[in-house]
């Protein structure tokens, strides 16, 4: 009987129009059960040794297509699946992956633009080193690093985590090489790749600061690892344990301060989630609480393309009634003609991935900062009278 509704049919039906010939049933009947044939039985079919028969799947170079063929044919009408990944990684200490601990769920890993330029990056490193990527989640308040531990994995890259994350504790219990993107900072012999976010975020604040805007309000990526969506103290500003939104107020601060700016006047809105509806919700109440406000500086571009909008269906003019900053450069920024900091996101993914899989000795760890370039388009203005 078909599968009702999909259009699709049987399992076998599925397997025969995909051009597998007709599939071999498993022994013991219904269900996942181990198949009939091993490596030693297809290479006593076939009259070769077990050797060849492991070279067709792990070093396919070695045999000629004519023999790789009629391997791979007998081992599909025989019900062989390959060899056993489990026993080869304990054969040779090697998964053939590496582990991406990533600051979210993993579906954020798939929307958030600069995220997924990263991925490519990390993507592409893996693609050259000729390795798997396996993606495990560490999103706040799982306090637990299970998923970490039972990992396997040949190294780590961690993708901007809190400092004191369980996540990143048990990554440095393991002994295998790891590299820090972002965060957390000070970590001793072990690689990072990450920007000047201070620097670079005080050419912001000192590029609004030149134009004449003395009225400034932020909206912020989360300043904790517990959800405070609403204005951000100055005292939860000092203690947050995520360096690199850290470092961006704080080169807000720097910036702006050159033009007589004092930070303690500036509205900070945090928004636990970075995304555009957690960033309309901020833009709204930050200019509903402080309608004289002329500029809005933000921590992402996800944040200031919805600061953008807000703008837009309130009828003000940008940069004319307000000027909004962002800092990524996403490629949404550029339509956008959204002021912002452009940094290498694909290239940070890249170096990180390069810096893991060196095999090379590694007589100290090393520090990789990549440059950023402040980008000005047509967001940014003189504030109105």
């Known amino acids: ?17 995909a051009g597998y010939g007709e599939p071999v049933a498993a022994a ?15 290479a006593a079919e076939l009259g070769i040794s077990r050797t060849t028969v492991s070279n067709a799947y792990n070093r396919p170079d070695q045999l000629s297509p004519q023999l790789r063929q009629r391997i791979l ?14 026993a080869r990684s304990l054969r040779t200490r090697k998964a053939g992956a590496i582990g991406l601990i990533f600051t979210e769920g993993l579906s954020y890993a798939f929307r958030d633009p600069a995220a997924v330029a990263f991925l490519e990056g990390l993507g592409l490193a893996c693609e050259a080193g000729g390795t798997g990527l396996l993606m495990v989640p560490a999103a706040p308040g799982d306090l637990t690093g299970a998923l970490v531990y039972a990992a396997a994995v040949d190294g780590f890259v961690v993708y901007s985590m809190p400092a004191g994350d369980p996540h990143v504790a048990a990554v440095l219990e393991r002994p295998v090489p790891s590299v820090v993107v972002d ?41 904790g690892t517990d959800r405070n969506d609403g ?5 939860r500003q000092e203690h947050c344990p995520y360096a690199v939104v850290k470092a961006r107020l704080a080169g807000f601060a720097d910036g702006l301060a050159e033009h007589g700016v004092d930070w303690a006047d500036v509205r900070v809105e945090e928004r636990f989630d970075n995304s555009s509806a957690a960033g309309e919700v901020a833009a709204r109440a930050l200019l509903d609480r402080h309608p004289e406000l002329t500029a809005v500086a933000c921590t992402t571009d996800v944040f ?33 003609s959204l002021t912002t900091v452009h940094q290498p996101m694909l290239e940070k993914g890249r170096v990180a991935g390069q810096l893991l899989l060196d095999e090379g000795e590694r007589p100290a760890a090393r520090h990789v900062l990549l440059p950023t370039t402040l980008v000005v388009r047509n967001s940014t203005g003189k504030p109105r009278d």
């Open 183 to 223: 965060q957390p900072v000070g970590l001793s012999d072990v690689d990072f790749v990450g920007l000047d976010d201070r620097g670079a975020a005080a050419e912001l604040g000192r590029h609004l600061g030149e134009l004449g805007h003395r009225r400034v309000g932020v909206v912020a990526n989360r300043l």
């Open 304 to 336: 200031a393309l919805a600061t953008l909008a807000v703008a837009g269906r309130r009828g003000m003019r940008v940069p004319r009634e307000l000027s909004v900053t962002g800092f990524d450069d996403v490629p949404e920024a550029s339509a956008a």
């Open 28 to 42: 013991g009947g219904r269900g996942r059960t181990r198949r009939p044939a091993t490596l030693a039985s297809l």
């Open 1 to 17: 009987m078909e599968c009702p509704g999909n259009g699709i049919g049987t399992p076998a039906r599925r397997w025969r129009s």
């Open 231 to 235: 204005p951000a103290s100055l005292d």
């Open 73 to 86: 044919e007998a081992a599909r009408r025989l019900g062989y699946p390959g060899p056993d990944p489990v």
